[in-house]
């Protein structure tokens, strides 16, 4: 049952192992994660090429993305408004940055593009269908496959690498608390969308435990559900960055706990240049343990209810 777990999440324990000390070298694998997430979404777009009744199924899979989106972010709003009454966390007079280094039009703009690159490869599955008279979705699912394990290995070289120690993270009551609130309200929300969406409720925890982090839950879903439930994972997480946008300028604040913490994974790379620039520099730290704890998470805990 765990043999499956187990040969995904070696290249991540294999890569956490491994520390990187030279700038030059943590900048290739950063680049290697960015190449990497573009080339397994385009292989996801030409495995949904592949699909029966492809209209009928893409439509399934808005219906299902809306759905499970729709109970995520209710559960997750309420959590984290209940946990901003609690802590009383604000900003006060933090210095807010004028310059920070994206804009909120920017990083929505880059996430969507990784919808355009969907997109792409359903249409080059198409075409490629079309020239070569055979499906694609074979070699495509091969593929990713494979880029899915050199994809695991760089990203526990990041965690590695990030800079956070397990002090700096343990000590961090707010961040940690931000944290649990978030996974827990998102797992509850796949246990209560699973016979919606007519899933197992291990499957329903699967797709709840991306918490945003959009590119690796769609990969992992798909690898284990096919690319239907993989897009369905992929939107609902993309969902969440995309309103947590909208959600950190109006609820900093107001609701500093909610707006740090409804981005999820993404409130320590994505979403923290605008958790940044609103909230300012005592709200740094806090992002970024917070979404290092939900990005530490996301890959055992998708793996490990995908083998039950």
């Given at each position: 049952m765990f043999t499956g777990l187990?040969?995904?999440l070696?290249?991540?324990l294999l890569?956490?192992?491994v520390p990187v000390r030279h700038a030059g070298a943590m900048a290739m694998i950063n680049r290697g994660v960015n190449a990497s997430v573009y080339l397994i979404l385009l292989l996801m777009g030409i495995s949904l090429a592949g699909l029966d009744n492809l209209a009928g199924q893409l439509s399934q899979m808005g219906v299902q993305a809306g759905l499970l989106f729709s109970i995520t972010a209710a559960t997750n709003l309420l959590g984290l408004l209940w946990l901003s009454r609690r802590l009383r966390l604000r900003v006060?007079?933090?210095p807010v940055v004028a310059n920070a280094p994206t804009s909120k039009l920017t990083a929505m703009l880059g996430s969507l593009a990784l919808?355009?690159?969907?997109?792409a490869g359903v249409l080059i599955g198409l075409l490629l269908g079309w020239l070569i008279g055979e499906p694609a979705y074979a070699w495509a699912e091969r593929l990713a496959e494979w880029a899915l394990y050199a994809l695991l290995a760089l990203i526990g070289c990041q965690l590695r690498n990030s800079g956070m120690s397990l002090k700096q993270i343990l000590l961090n009551r707010f961040g940690l608390a931000i944290a649990a609130t978030v996974a827990a309200c998102s797992l509850?929300?796949?246990l209560l969308a699973a016979p919606l969406l007519g899933l197992s409720w291990n499957q329903g925890l699967a797709m709840a435990s991306g918490?945003?982090?959009y590119s690796l839950s769609a990969i992992l879903i798909g690898d284990q559900l096919g690319p239907l439930?993989?897009?369905v994972a992929f939107f609902n997480d993309l969902a969440r960055e995309l309103l947590a946008f909208v959600l950190i300028p109006l609820l900093i604040h107001r609701a500093t706990p909610l707006a740090i913490g409804y981005g999820g994974a993404t409130s320590m790379d994505f979403t923290l240049p605008v958790i940044q620039q609103h909230g300012g520099v005592a709200c740094v730290p806090i992002a970024v343990v917070s979404g290092f704890i939900l990005s530490l998470l996301s890959p055992p805990l998708i793996l490990f209810f995908l083998s039950l």
């Open positions: 187990l040969i995904v070696l290249p991540l890569g956490y192992l006060g007079n933090s919808v355009g690159v969907v997109m509850l929300a796949g918490f945003g982090w439930l993989g897009g």
